[in-house]
């Protein structure tokens, strides 16, 4: 009778243990909703967004309800159909905005160039056109690049302003042009004839793709490379 009791002793000892390690399920639709800034009810299953805008949260997980969303970061900008962008496609582009985990997002009508902490990219009708494609082992931090800064002269008034003029250079005008800049051989790479023209370079339209490298044995692509050479 004894070893009767201690067995389902021990029974209910395994079974309280096993119900004190079970772990509730994690619903991914509400995770979702919680990251992208909403707030998750589960008696209607719709996901709250500011301004009283709402979705249900299933079409919201499936990307169903985009219009209806408020894009505040890189999950939810993705999520609205925005292009990633960066040299780790960790930044995202959305309506002639840029968004970057922990910054707040970049209008780009106030920038003239993007830098996305590597490369800097052209902007034109509020959105990235192109940008350098350097490789970078460390990053800086995001930022909208102004070139228009020059002290201006209200003609009107006769009135000049003290802003300090951004001077670019060289390397960086390439990099606005769309272009990769060769530092070595002051040489802009893949960049248009009129774009080397405003650069001032001399602009060939067909140059090798290994037309630095002296080793004979290195194989070689037959690629037309654009080259803008500066002084």
Not at 59 to 69: L, P, S, T, W, Y
Not at 84 to 90: E, F, I, Q, S, V
Not at 96 to 121: H, M, Q, R, S
Not at 199 to 214: D, I, K, P
């Amino acid at each position: 009778m004894k070893k009767l009791i201690l067995s389902i002793l021990v029974i209910c000892c395994l079974v309280i243990a096993g119900c004190g390690n079970a772990t509730k399920d994690v619903n991914p639709v509400a995770e979702f909703c919680k990251d992208n800034g909403g707030k998750f009810k589960s008696s209607s299953n719709m996901c709250f967004f500011d301004n009283d805008i709402k979705c249900d949260a299933l079409d919201f997980f499936e990307g169903k309800c985009a219009e209806n969303v408020v894009v505040h970061n890189v999950l939810s900008c993705v999520n609205a159909g925005g292009k990633k962008t960066g040299l780790n496609k960790d930044q995202c582009e959305f309506e002639g905005f840029v968004f970057v985990e922990g910054l707040e997002k970049i209008n780009l009508a106030e920038c003239d160039g993007y830098f996305d902490g590597c490369n800097n990219c052209f902007v034109g009708n509020n959105q990235l056109v192109g940008c350098t494609r350097k490789f970078c082992v460390e990053f800086e931090t995001p930022s909208c690049v102004v070139v228009d800064a020059a002290s201006e002269t209200d003609s009107s008034n006769d009135v000049v302003t003290d802003e300090p003029k951004v001077e670019l250079t060289i390397a960086e005008k390439c990099g606005f042009k769309a272009g990769r800049w060769l530092d070595a051989f002051n040489e802009c790479e893949f960049i248009t004839q009129e774009s080397c023209d405003e650069l001032g370079g001399t602009y060939a339209e067909c140059e090798s793709a290994c037309r630095h490298y002296n080793d004979p044995d290195m194989a070689c692509t037959t690629q037309c490379v654009q080259v803008c050479k500066l002084e």
